[in-house]
């Protein structure tokens, strides 16, 4: 257990929804990062937020979206979803500050059709 | 660009034997990190061994080790006594250090243990 938790497990929207995935990072981490993982794929990086900023965008269009809150949890939203955007969504926190290591939550396995 | 490339999909190997994974990498900076990362059925994605690439001796975490080649950009996993448990997807990641930067993964070799 990395202490990283994310909700829901598991979700189902049809194209053209929008979408809100959530995440708490570990105790102490200031730093959060989202990845999307399409099946039989490595996760690729949406981007990362530090202390309530964005710092850093993959490349990943404008309806892909995030905030991170005061208390460091955080939230990934998704525009106009499309059947491409079916994956597993991964969120990992890290301390920042030079410390890279990034510890992962389960993941939201997110289903548009 | 960082690129992570790892050329086998899919191994088996028996319990309790020995398995190597392979991974190749590309990057024009002289300060990274480089993991093996495993992914079981669960979907967690556990950090199982890490490299600083200044560090010339190869990373140890019990059962796993690397063989980590700077000039020929590889990093490889070896497995020793291989468990059940083991079955899992293992990725190979890099990331730039000192800049809590993006980790760019390979797609990942499907390990199989077999009873």
């Known amino acids: 257990e990395t202490g990283v938790t994310q909700s829901p497990t598991h979700l189902i929207k049809t194209r053209g929804q929008q979408v809100t995935l959530r995440c708490s990072s570990q105790?102490?981490?200031?730093?959060v990062s989202w990845y999307q993982q399409a099946l039989g794929q490595g996760p690729q990086f949406i981007f990362q937020?530090?202390?309530?900023?964005?710092?850093g965008r993959g490349n990943f269009p404008p309806r892909f979206s995030g905030l991170q809150f005061p208390n460091y949890s955080s939230e990934l939203n998704v525009n106009a979803l499309e059947l491409d955007d079916s994956a597993l969504y991964l969120c990992?926190?890290?301390?920042?500050?030079?410390?890279?290591?990034?510890?992962f939550g389960p993941g939201t396995r997110l289903l548009v059709l | 660009a960082q690129t992570v490339t790892q050329s086998q999909p899919e191994m088996s190997v028996q319990e309790a034997e020995t398995v190597t994974l392979s991974c190749t990498y590309d990057?024009?900076?002289?300060?990274?990190?480089l993991f093996w990362y495993k992914q079981p059925p669960s979907r967690q994605m556990i950090l199982v061994i890490r490299?600083?690439?200044?560090?010339?001796q190869n990373a140890t975490e019990n059962r796993f080790s690397v063989n980590f080649q700077k000039a020929a950009k590889s990093f490889s996993l070896k497995i020793s006594d291989s468990q059940l448990g083991d079955t899992a997807m293992y990725f190979c990641?890099?990331?730039?250090?000192?800049?809590?930067?993006?980790?760019?993964f390979g797609k990942g070799t499907r390990l199989h243990i077999l009873p």
């Open positions: 990992a926190s890290s301390l920042g500050q030079g410390e890279e290591t990034q510890y």
């Open positions: 105790s102490g981490h200031n730093t």
């Open positions: 937020y530090y202390r309530e900023e964005e710092n």
């Open positions: 990057t024009s900076e002289s300060n990274y990190y």
């Open positions: 490299q600083e690439a200044y560090k010339q």
């Open positions: 990641a890099s990331q730039l250090m000192n800049r809590d930067d993006k980790i760019i």
